[in-house]
């Protein structure tokens, strides 16, 4: 199982970027998806999460800006970023609570993806 993650790049203040993370490999279902970002030389922060069926949580510090949405057939996680602060700064990483085979049993694993930078300039 991988978790894929693309769209970080640069953006000017008040700009907006879309970042997507998507399964792959030998997965049954998945639970629980999200991002979490770290920004330089701070601890990794919970951005947004989402549940299955549809419910979010969202970090106060984006509220209003962020939305996270997910696609189950495409095993896919979205983060769309809106009036973007130089805050914001960081990588972020998404993460998923994944279903899958393995060696014959039925598990669950949470699963990371790369990282994808974002950095805002102000």
């Known amino acids: 199982v991988q978790l894929q993650a693309s769209g970080g790049g640069l953006v000017q203040a008040g700009g907006s970027l879309r970042l997507s993370c998507a399964a792959s490999?030998?997965?049954?279902?998945?639970?629980?998806m999200g991002w979490y970002r770290q920004a330089p030389g701070k601890q990794r922060e919970l951005v947004a999460g989402i549940t299955r069926g549809g419910s979010t949580n969202y970090a106060d510090s984006v509220k209003g800006r962020f939305t996270i949405s997910r696609d189950n057939a495409k095993r896919t996680v979205y983060l769309d970023m809106s009036s973007l602060k130089f805050e914001d700064t960081a990588v972020y990483y998404c993460?998923?609570?994944?279903?899958?085979?393995?060696?014959?049993?039925?598990?669950?694993?949470?699963?990371w993806g790369q990282g994808t930078q974002v950095t805002v300039s102000s």
């Open positions: 993460y998923a609570d994944i279903f899958r085979l393995h060696l014959g049993t039925a598990r669950t694993d949470v699963y």
């Open positions: 490999g030998s997965v049954i279902s998945i639970n629980d």
